[in-house]
């Protein structure tokens, strides 16, 4: 092993500033909606109401940890319904392999959070510190009252920015009025705070200073990525064969052999990952498409046709290159794989707004005491013991009629507080346990055999709504 | 440094420099800060070690200077929950319980609670499930020695059954008839005992066993063996038999007695454990 002279290089490199110019054009104002619309839902939804009656929270969204209940609008989830949370996010996932598998890595340009407020927060940058060559002179400048003026102006609207974010964030877990009342008056509960404080902070580093960093070294979603793409993927890339070999000098003698880039650095001065798309397709890419306006706006100027940089998949490459003209972009899309993730989506989807649909009001589970499995009484009946849950998914108070069916003779008593024997009340949106009896006289065939099947039912009083578990009953045999 | 810089041919990345045999390593640096996040991780590890215990020595651990310990932790909590449960075991020890309502916090708290006396203290002999083992009664089914109401019950588990220890225990002392009877009579007797829950006999023994019930029997078990609960004398009519109802048993029963034994559990539970267990008790089936 040989050592060259001198000092090792670095093996740790300093984060190069990026300072992303202003751009105007289709994708940036698409990104414009986007942005305005992911933010609007994220801060605006805990403040919707939704009125569910007096016994529950009006809160159109609501996570409400301590009461074990998730409310959405019309959709009430319990904890033994979280088959629909794994559900959506089964969906979520496969939603992401559609949009990845047929448009790269749209999610990451578009809707990520990280994208989202960076954006936001470069923004604000642009607002008061002005665009890319005020700021790259603002960097490089000595500290001076103005430097100090325009940083910390720039801190100060992010820091809020960040508040508000990691504020919005606690309103999905609590009543959002209340707990923003209290969160002024300084009575809400230290959880609140705390977690305020630590989103506070996350999205005022990684929205201020982390940036594509966050994306480049901390989130594991762009190296799963490449995964789900393919040839056929539509990325952000640049028409090597149209614009190479680039060129300033038009107007020398060689201009004839040039391409259609005239190396004007646009793509690479908005790029919000600091990279250079003529490079190729690499990992720092999160095709936000804002070179796509850069060099649409250029080509214009100089009267060439748009989309030198554009969404592309590599098997265009070849194509255009032997100068077939460019597939529409339903050619790119619709293909078996894309096809495959959208039908499997929505069989999920359907399948969950079905089991949303047939979903009782009334839950019911009976747990059959098994230590000891009978009780012989002083006339020689044999008596089982069930633990029975009710629960009422409705916002009214209900009473329950507690019944059996089965082939055999077997009596049921119901261990109830209630008024009426063999009744449980159940309080709105809650589970009420009772004990069951179920007895076989001596006589019966039931007391003597094994195993009796039987049926509990409970039955609404009101309504005559029923839900009804099979169960067993143990006999001496 | 970067009088040395080599580029690599291919790729056009830096190399380290390193040179093994020809082949080189490509130099993609590590952002700077993820070293700082590292250097805050072994800053964060040392002083989490000072903070808490930590380091093994010979006989024990480094405590740590906050004085944390996660038994110290546990029994925080179980004084934060005695404290707040603190007012309703109160009114669960002085209330009556023949008036408490199944309502009352009092007595939910009592069921609850009692349940984990029960399983503590009882368990052992009475089974988890309470249902009792050869010798030791079911406390589920609608029988009971010496009664089934909450102050019976209560009673029993203050004071327990046949012990030395508390001078107010329930007390019965069963003949071992062996020593006054002669084999044939307690076969007899045996017979006619069997007849009282209908049971498969030899009629003309039991029709001489049911003089000797009369004259040995009946003063506790009563005439027709419906037991008497003053002296904790078992029905003899029913379908249930702690230590067993065939002729076997009830031979031997008759021949030797039995002696069943309860502590007392007054000096070992306070006033609201006792109440706790009482209503536990009561209410898993056979309560009175």
């Given at each position: 092993m040989t050592q060259p002279q001198g000092a090792p290089p670095s093996l740790y490199a300093a984060r190069e500033p990026i300072f992303p110019r202003r751009v105007k054009g289709t994708f940036r104002t698409l990104k414009w909606w986007i942005m305005g619309g992911t933010l609007a839902v994220y801060y605006l939804t805990p403040f919707i109401r939704w009125d569910r009656g007096p016994n529950l929270p009006d809160q159109a969204v609501l996570i409400d940890l301590a009461g074990r209940r998730f409310y959405f609008f019309w959709i009430e989830i319990w904890p033994h319904e979280f088959y629909f949370v794994a559900g959506l996010l089964i969906m979520a996932g496969l939603g992401l392999f559609l949009f990845t598998s047929a448009l790269g890595r749209v999610w990451c340009g578009y809707t990520c959070p990280q994208t989202v407020w960076t954006d936001l927060f470069i923004l604000v940058e642009r607002w008061i510190e002005g665009d890319r060559n005020a700021r790259v002179r603002l960097w490089n400048a000595d500290w001076s009252l103005r430097k100090l003026r325009l940083r910390l102006t720039k801190w100060v609207v992010w820091f809020f920015i960040a508040l508000v974010t990691g504020g919005a964030w606690v309103f999905y877990f609590a009543d959002a009025p209340t707990l923003a009342r209290d969160l002024v008056t300084v009575q809400a509960p230290f959880i609140a705070y705390s977690t305020i404080l630590v989103l506070t902070a996350t999205t005022f580093v990684f929205g201020g200073f982390m940036r594509e960093q966050v994306c480049n070294y901390m989130c594991p979603w762009p190296r799963i990525q490449a995964a789900m793409m393919d040839n056929d993927t539509l990325t952000v890339a640049y028409r090597h064969w149209r614009g190479e070999p680039r060129g300033k000098h038009r107007k020398a003698a060689d201009a004839g052999k040039l391409g259609d880039c005239i190396d004007c650095m646009a793509c690479v001065n908005v790029c919000p990952a600091g990279i250079d798309i003529r490079d190729g397709q690499q990992m720092e890419c999160i095709t936000c498409a804002l070179c796509i306006d850069a060099c649409d706006d250029v080509m214009a100027r100089i009267g060439k046709p748009r989309g030198l940089i554009g969404y592309l998949a590599l098997a265009d490459e070849e194509r255009e290159t032997a100068g077939a003209p460019p597939r529409p972009i339903w050619q790119h899309v619709l293909r078996p794989r894309t096809i495959l993730y959208t039908v499997l989506w929505s069989l999920i989807g359907v399948v969950l707004v079905y089991a949303l649909f047939i979903r009782s009001d009334i839950g019911l589970t009976v747990e059959p005491v098994r230590n000891p499995q009978f009780v012989t009484l002083s006339d020689g009946a044999v008596r089982n013991t069930y633990t029975v849950r009710i629960r009422n998914l409705t916002a009214q108070d209900r009473t329950f009629r507690l019944m059996l069916t089965s082939d055999e003779i077997l009596r049921i008593e119901v261990e109830t507080d209630?008024?009426?024997?063999g009744h449980v009340t159940v309080p709105a949106n809650e589970t009420m346990q009772a004990r069951v009896y179920v007895t076989a006289r001596p006589q019966d065939p039931a007391a003597e055999a094994e195993i009796t099947d039987l049926r509990l039912w409970v039955e609404d009083v009101g309504s005559d709504d029923r839900a009804g578990v099979a169960t067993i009953f143990n006999g001496r045999g | 440094m970067a009088d040395h810089k080599e580029k690599d041919e291919i790729t056009g990345i830096d190399t380290t420099g390193h040179d093994w045999d020809g082949i080189k390593e490509l130099n993609n640096p590590l952002p700077r800060w993820w070293l700082w996040t590292l250097y805050a991780t072994i800053v964060w590890a040392i002083a989490y070690t000072i903070a808490y215990p930590a380091w093994p020595l010979i006989n024990s651990a480094t405590g740590g200077v906050l004085g944390y310990s996660t038994r110290g932790e546990v029994a925080d909590q179980i004084a934060a929950v005695d404290a707040q449960n603190a007012e309703v075991a109160q009114r669960l020890a002085s209330a009556d319980l023949s008036t408490l309502a199944p309502d009352d916090p009092a007595h939910r708290y009592g069921v609850a609670g009692g349940a984990s006396v029960f399983l503590s203290h009882c368990s052992q002999c009475h089974g988890s499930g309470a249902a009792g083992a050869v010798g030791y009664p079911n406390l589920l089914d609608d029988d009971w020695l010496w009664g089934g109401t909450l102050e019976d019950i209560e009673y029993t588990v203050r004071h327990g059954i046949r012990n030395e220890a508390d001078p107010d225990a329930r007390w019965s002392q069963m003949p071992a008839f062996g020593e006054l009877l002669e084999g044939e009579e307690i076969a007899a007797t045996v017979e006619h005992v069997l007849t009282l829950s209908g049971k498969d006999h030899d009629a003309a023994l039991a029709a001489q066993g049911a003089i000797l019930f009369e004259e040995q029997c009946a003063a506790c078990h009563g005439e027709a063996g419906e037991g008497m609960r003053d002296q904790g004398a078992p029905r003899l009519s029913d379908a249930i038999w702690l230590y067993g109802g065939d002729r076997d048993t009830l031979t031997k029963t008759i021949t030797y007695s039995r002696f069943g034994v309860m502590p007392p559990w007054g000096p070992r539970l306070d006033e609201a454990e006792i109440k706790a267990v009482t209503l536990y008790l009561h209410q898993l089936g056979g309560g009175e």
């Open positions: 209630g008024p009426h024997e | -």
